[in-house]
Nanobody
Framework: QVQLKETGGGLVQFGRSLRLSCTASGTIYSISSMGWYRQAPGKQRELVARSSGIVTTTYADSVKGRFTISRDGAENSVYLQMNNLKPEDTAVYYC???????????????WGQGTQVTVSS
């Protein structure tokens, strides 16, 4: 069993910052990537940022220069520092990890339950 738990969401004013955290727990052999997606009401879930390997990061164009993803491999954790938040960043933010539960296993994607981020104008 693998669980991903997000923390750090909440209500924040336009231009302020929030930091999301996510930790994967359970039977984990290796993690190849961790990242964040978000889903706003009436919209499809979209990639926000992803960290793969040691130094490879990917960001949505809408958050480049404002959001920073980082990982702590020893803690199986991923963080999302969100600065200069805008009302259009309002969404449920989901943590995801692509991992193996043992050395024979193929990789699978796991998801957290999500944390709400609301940015007021």
């Amino acid at each position: 069993q693998v669980q991903l738990k997000e923390t750090g969401g909440g209500l924040v004013q336009f231009g302020r910052s929030l930091r999301l955290s996510c930790t994967a727990s359970g039977t984990i052999y290796s993690i190849s990537s961790m990242g964040w997606y978000r889903q706003a009401p009436g919209k499809q879930r979209e990639l926000v940022a992803r960290s793969s390997g040691i130094v490879t990061t990917t960001y949505a164009d809408s958050v480049k220069g404002r959001f920073t993803i980082s990982r702590d491999g020893a803690e199986n954790s991923v963080y999302l520092q969100m600065n200069n938040l805008k009302p259009e960043d309002t969404a449920v933010y989901y943590c995801t990890a692509t991992l193996r539960t043992n050395w024979l296993d193929s990789e699978s994607a796991y998801w957290g339950q999500g944390t709400q981020v609301t940015v007021s104008s």
